[in-house]
């Protein structure tokens, strides 16, 4: 798995995160994109509602104190050229991409001006987070859409490019409200990825360089499949069942830390009332 090389940070949001209560996803990221200081990119590329998708996290945003918010909607690829879109990430802190669709933040965004230049803040300190599909688009080769509540099987998803912050790792959201564990298995055994992420809704893992922490309301499921004693995925058929044998399993509520790089889980730092 290749290591994060970014400077910056990820939030990475299983979805349906709280925009009414205390917003404790929400809150981490404006914290983390500078609190009251905070400029704040909101790319509503994946969805098919963005003014009102743009609008209601703007709402929250400024409610939470960001300094400025603004709202990038590129429908087309020749959107990502724009040079008051580049402007506004040029100057940005915290660069937030909505749910909706993972295929079409790809295909309008990847490989285009914007995307280089999101990299390139992210490289040099900005906070880059996303829900739901924004989640999903974090790896290189992210899952753009498979069945849920199923065995693993080649068939029960599809994978393909995704915009590359995380890479080497698979991404899944909604993960325990949809039961998606034999999706994120079928994902895994489908590229060369070792680590899967399933993320809960209201939940994100905060990814600093080698550093993963859980925040949120659910959890986080880490299934670690560097070691498998045996798997039967090279003889299957499309629509046959897969083994695997001897995955690592981990889930991770908010207060947990997991290392990318030794691929374990950081107990030392977990609350002593978790520990007792």
Do not use: W
């Amino acid at each position: 798995m290749a290591d994060n090389q970014g400077t910056g940070q990820l939030i990475i949001i299983g979805g349906a995160e709280d925009r009414e209560g205390d917003c404790r996803v929400l809150r981490e990221f404006v914290r983390r994109a500078g609190g009251t200081k905070a400029n704040v990119v909101i790319m509503t590329a994946a969805t098919e509602l963005p003014r009102e998708v743009g609008e209601d996290y703007t709402k929250i945003f400024e409610r939470l104190g960001a300094e400025n918010v603004r709202i990038i909607d590129t429908v087309t690829r020749d959107d990502a050229s724009s040079q008051t879109y580049l402007e506004a990430v040029e100057k940005a802190t915290g660069v937030f991409f909505t749910g909706g669709d993972q295929a079409r933040i790809t295909s309008i965004i990847k490989g285009t001006e914007l995307d280089a230049l999101i990299h390139r803040r992210y490289a040099e300190g900005v906070v880059v987070a996303g829900t739901s599909a924004g989640a999903a688009m974090m790896p290189d080769v992210m899952i753009v859409e498979g069945d849920s509540t199923t065995n693993a099987r080649a068939e029960v998803v599809e994978m393909g490019p995704g915009m590359g912050f995380l890479p080497g790792i698979v991404i899944d959201q909604h993960f325990s409200q949809r039961g998606r564990l034999g999706r994120l298995i079928a994902a895994l055994a489908q590229q060369p990825a070792v680590l899967g992420f399933g993320i809960d809704e209201d939940t994100a893992i905060i990814v600093s360089q080698d550093v993963i922490e859980v925040v949120g309301s659910g959890s986080v499921t880490i299934v670690d499949v560097a070691e498998i004693t045996h798997s039967n995925v090279d003889s299957l058929l499309k629509d046959e069942v897969m083994a695997i044998c001897g995955a690592r399993l981990h889930i991770l509520p908010e207060g947990y830390s997991y290392n990318l790089k030794n691929r374990k889980p950081i107990l030392e730092r977990i609350p002593q009332a978790a520990a007792a």
